[in-house]
């Protein structure tokens, strides 16, 4: 299985503490291990670090609210058999909301910005929570993701995502 990971940074303050080309590379190829839902054949996912700004139009456009999120996903329809490369869509993040984010929830704002990736790219391959169930099981694959990681479970305390899909 080959994948493409396309980042595109258009904000600056990403790169403060992080690649995002790397964590990205990272954190993508992990969530993508092991599940079925990826294709086994070549795919490819785009990362765009952006700002709230942004954030603000594109959830306002798709889902009808007027605020900044962290993280949007925008999968792609499947492109049929033919296609050589499997695109699976977009991971779009809100700077300033996660920056935000990770300094209430006293996360380092690398490991945050690892978690939405994650969550983002679960969104791609059909996770959703929009169930009590879908949300479990959703957490679930993402803390063990994270763990692999090094990356301590983001769902311990009181914090869920008002995010995201």
């Known amino acids: 299985m080959a994948s493409e990971i396309d980042v595109i ?55 009808k609210i007027d605020k900044p999120t962290n993280v949007l996903s925008f999968p792609v329809p499947s492109p049929g058999k033919g296609a050589p490369v499997i695109p699976l869509g977009d991971i779009i993040l809100g700077l300033e909301t996660v920056k935000r984010e990770a300094e209430e929830q006293n996360k380092t704002f690398r490991d945050h910005t690892a978690h939405l990736i994650v969550h983002g790219f679960l969104h791609l391959i059909g996770y959703d929570h929009e169930t009590d169930q879908q949300a479990e099981e959703m957490e679930g694959e993402e803390t063990g993701i994270l763990a692999a990681l090094g990356i301590a479970n983001p769902y311990e305390g009181d914090w869920r995502p008002e995010t995201a899909a």
């Open 9 to 63: 940074v258009e904000t600056d303050g990403w790169r403060a503490d992080f690649d995002p080309d790397d964590l990205s590379q990272i954190c993508i190829k992990a969530a993508a291990k092991g599940r079925r839902a990826v294709p086994r054949k070549s795919w490819e996912v785009s990362v765009v670090f952006s700002s709230d700004k942004q954030l603000r139009e594109l959830n306002r456009q798709w889902r």
